[in-house]
């Protein structure tokens, strides 16, 4: 693409140059706090499902409760973000955040999962407006050349959070006890109850102390300056609104790839620990710990993926990518033993810079049609709904076979390399008056 093409950019007076780097920096701690949020739930969702006695299909419903919060939420968030400007809804996407991590104190109270569901659901609602924020701000902060770097970078961080969010998981959440159906029939109705009670209970201090660390940012986030960065098309004139913004053949491939991705994305660490256990018949906690080594690998492949970048266009290694997720997709299903569970870690490498780079690429050149194409690119996300679900019934239906599960992923990743090798192309078109 001629970076010609890229809309101005319209930067309210104080900023300029340097003073781009600290509200960045404060952007980036945004990426780090979502990606805990969405990582835990890797950890959540084996778990409730002991504590809460649910089939694969339930136990799903975690990651849908978040993800159809950012379906619900997308125009919602969009609207907010056109009326308050980023730094206040940075701010009121942190309160929502934390409300929902209160809210699972009372739900491990109660033992009740249509509680937790409704905690996830308020998570998602918070976090929807952080990344319809967050995404775009960190896009068009300084050069538009540099719009898919700076958001592999921010993105980074973000998978450095599924590291620490695995290590949180299995030290403090997973408990390491499991009972099967007839061994849970076999206890007295006290001892199930203690025992389902416990497994609840371990979730409440991770996330009081990731509500209260929210609060915190929001806080420090009233004080801090944060340009308000603006686009104006070339024409300079101003053309955004949500429906106008798929006029742009790109971002509407794009948003297919992001719903395919991020759904790819979740059924791969939703049902990495119940794979390691059946597929190489490792403990909880020794699954844990490789789901650690997935989010390491995770980490290292955003920071490396963000150098690559320097040498390789983003759609290029991003098909590349993607056909090598496909064929570990394949060892997923067919591995035994070790080489499977590392086929899973590796698709976390490889994972990393897809989210980042399909938003950029979405993004590229639409001017002033940049805040309704990101809310379209998190609305994609709803992705991570519905597909763990179809991943869910799917093992159900082969009577619990979870590594038959990750066919559904492979099918996934067709349609992003599709989008790396044609859809990313931008069509320039004449809009008359």
Known sequence: MNHSDQPEMIVDGKANGKKFLLPFIFVISLFFLWGMAHNLDSSLIPHLK?????????????????????????????????????KKSMILGLFVFAAGAFLFIPAANQLSYATF????????????????????????LGDPAKATFRLNLAASFNGLAAMV???????????????SQVELAAMNAFDRNAYFMEEASSVKMPYLILGGFLVVIAVIFCFIYFPEVKTKSIDGKASGSFL???????????????????????????SFIRAAQQG???????AGDYLILYGFLFTIGRFAGTALLRFI??????????????LL???????????????????????????PTIFGLGIEGIGDDTKPGSSWLIMSIVGGAI?????????????DQVQIGYYIPLICFVFILYFGLIGYKIQHQTIKD
């Not at 569901?117 to 068009?140: D, H, K, R, S, W």
């Not at 997923?332 to 590796?346: C, K, N, R």
């Not at 597909?387 to 009577?399: Q, S």
């Open 117 to 140: 569901l409704i905690a996830l659901f308020i998570i998602g609602c918070g976090l929807t407006i952080l990344e319809t924020t967050a995404n775009p701000y960190a896009a068009v």
């Open 387 to 399: 597909i763990p679900v179809i991943m869910g019934a799917l093992i159900d239906h082969f009577n």
């Open 313 to 326: 266009s983003a759609q290029k290694l991003l098909a590349i990518y993607a056909i090598i997720a496909i």
């Open 50 to 86: 002991k504590a809460c006695n649910l089939n694969n299909v339930q136990s799903m419903f975690i990651d849908t409760s978040v993800f159809m919060a950012y379906f619900l939420m997308a125009i919602p968030a969009g609207m907010i973000l056109k009326k308050l400007g980023y």
């Open 165 to 179: 969010a695995a290590y949180i998981g299995t030290r403090f959440i997973l408990s390491g006890k499991s009972f």
């Open 280 to 286: 190489a018949g490792y403990t909880e906690a020794k």
């Open 244 to 270: 106008s913004a798929l006029k742009h053949k790109h971002l509407r491939w794009a948003v297919v790839a992001q719903f395919f991705y991020v759904g790819a994305q979740v059924c791969v660490t939703s």
């Open 329 to 355: 997709c394949f060892v997923a299903v067919y591995g035994t033993g070790p080489i499977m569970v590392y086929a899973l870690g590796g698709l976390g490498f490889f994972m990393s810079i897809m989210f």
